[in-house]
């Protein structure tokens, strides 16, 4: 085991999805040397923190961590997890593949990737509220804003992405002929990105509203998708149910500090401890993780074993339409690599 990974299990259904891709990683014998550390409820419960330092100083160190879904406390004044996972670390990128995985779905050889801007935009959230005739919240305001350096950033990211993976071409996403300033910068900047890759990969264009009509109409005209925050949280989550829902869409948040992996979904508190959970999201996630570090042929094992029992049909859990447990399918897939 010669990388140090930071691994946080995560609340609710975390644990168990969470040891079920562990034994997966085991059985291709991945080179994780495992720190586990808490977050979320857990660190609520064991120290009053949901993001406990130490957590934090293992990513630093690592800069490489697989993160089971969190429970973000209500109330009690603590901040968003993820968002500050996002600030600490300056995670800029976050990368969404949506491939096809179940055989007979809707959409069947879907094979794409969302690239989000992750730090700024709408979700940079500037707000403010204009009070009137004695109505506090007369009038409510939501900015954003746009730095040229991070739209040419996350441009690039999308590019050397597709570059480094095989993929032909990126589409920029935006809405600059309505937001012509913030969208018109990302547009401007992702042109002149382009240009620097131009023959090496093509570059195409799309309007928000348009590019999620043809995400349904025809989503196999698009390949590496770059988008600004609003637009992207928005359309990955219409891609996953292009193939299967949460329980089959994994994400990573990206910066040149750290990688943090993760399945798309939450903790699922209405199943938790109940074994049914579907584990396939966070070991998809676990599968960029051994790319994001140059392990492609464990990476296309596990890839192989997911394709292999779920074609089989006979082992899904309930969410795909199946009756197993999250050990028979972790047990199926432990099979099916080794
Ligand atoms: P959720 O994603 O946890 O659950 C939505 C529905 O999908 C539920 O019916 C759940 O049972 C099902 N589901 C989700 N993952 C599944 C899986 N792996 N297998 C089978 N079924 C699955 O969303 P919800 O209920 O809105 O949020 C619950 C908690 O998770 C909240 O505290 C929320 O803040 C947190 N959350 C955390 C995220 C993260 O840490 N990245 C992301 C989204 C939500
Ligand atoms: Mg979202």
Known sequence: KTIPATLIAGDGIGPEIMDSVVEILDAVDAPFAWEAHLAGMAGVDAVNDPLPKQTIESIRKTGLAIKGPLTTPVGGGFK????????????????????????????????LVIVRENLEGYYAAIEHVIPMDGDPRAIAMSGGFLSRKECNRIVRFAFDYA???????????????????????????????????????????????????????????????????????????????????LGMAPGANISEKAAIFEAVHGS???????????????????????????????????????????????????????????????????????
Not at 277 to 289: E, I, Q
Request: proline letters at 3%; hydrophobic letters at 45%.
């Open 80 to 111: 968003s997890i993820n968002v500050t996972l996002r600030q600490e670390f300056g995670l800029y990128s976050n990368l969404r593949p949506t491939k096809s995985i179940i055989p007979g779905s809707r959409f069947e050889n879907i094979d």
């Open 163 to 245: 570059l480094k993976n095989g993929r032909k071409k990126v589409t920029l996403v935006h809405k600059a002929n309505i937001i012509k300033q913030m969208c018109g910068l990302f547009l401007e900047e992702g042109r002149k990105v382009a240009e620097e890759y131009k023959g090496r990969v093509e570059v195409d264009e799309r309007i928000v509203d348009a590019c999620a009509m043809q995400l349904v109409t025809n989503p196999w005209q698009f390949d590496v998708i770059v988008t600004t925050n609003l637009f992207g949280d928005i359309l990955s989550d219409l891609t996953a149910g292009l193939v299967g829902g």
């Open 268 to 338: 699922a508190p209405d199943i938790a401890g109940k074994g049914v959970a579907n584990p396939l999201a966070l070991l998809l996630a676990a599968v960029m993780m051994l790319r994001h570090v140059g392990r492609q042929d464990l990476a296309d094992r596990i890839d192989a074993a997911i394709a292999k029992v779920i074609t089989a049909g006979e082992v899904r859990t309930r969410d795909l339409g199946g009756t197993a447990g999250t050990k028979d399918l972790t047990a199926a897939l432990k099979q099916a690599v080794s």
